[in-house]
């Protein structure tokens, strides 16, 4: 699995990263593509009947299931921000080019999207598979 060893790393986020708290159902570090799992309990209809606890946060995110990148560490059970807009520094898990639409794999990277399935962004720099590129992620929400 490829995943940047300096974890969740975000130079521009538009002073909006908007980031969703949610509960852990596995292991999750930083920088990890991850996915929703779905709402552990009803959500009622007011404010009041929501809490963290209520999303739950599955440690890999590829094909439609994309939520956005971890923004920090969580055990099974703990809560972990994930943030679903920014420019993120994220593994190449095969080709990117810059100006291109990128798509998540299964571990935890990126790609140049040649196929359907979720886009999770635009490459805003190239990166060869195995290294780095800077991916702006967004629409995800």
């Known amino acids: 699995m490829v995943v940047n ?5 975000c130079p521009l ?10 509960k852990a159902i596995e292991g999750i570090l930083p920088g990890y593509i991850v996915s929703w799992s779905g709402a552990a309990a009803a959500i009622g209809s007011d404010l009041s009947s929501y809490a963290n606890s209520d999303i739950l946060v599955h440690a890999t995110g590829s094909g439609l299931e994309v939520a956005g990148v971890a923004v920090g560490s969580a055990a099974s059970g703990g809560y972990v921000g ?3 807009r920014g420019a993120v520094i994220l593994a190449a ?3 990117v080019t810059g100006g291109t639409q990128v798509v ?3 571990s935890h990277s990126v790609l140049t999207a040649t196929t359907a399935g ?3 962004g635009r490459a805003i720099s190239d990166a060869a ?3 780095y590129a800077l991916i702006h992620i967004g629409g995800l929400l």
């Open 5 to 9: 060893p300096c974890g969740f790393v």
């Open 13 to 22: 986020d538009g002073s909006n990263p908007r980031i969703i708290t949610g």
């Open 82 to 84: 994930v943030a679903t």
């Open 93 to 95: 898990g095969g080709t």
């Open 104 to 106: 998540a794999t299964n």
């Open 118 to 120: 979720m886009l999770i």
């Open 129 to 131: 598979s195995g290294s």
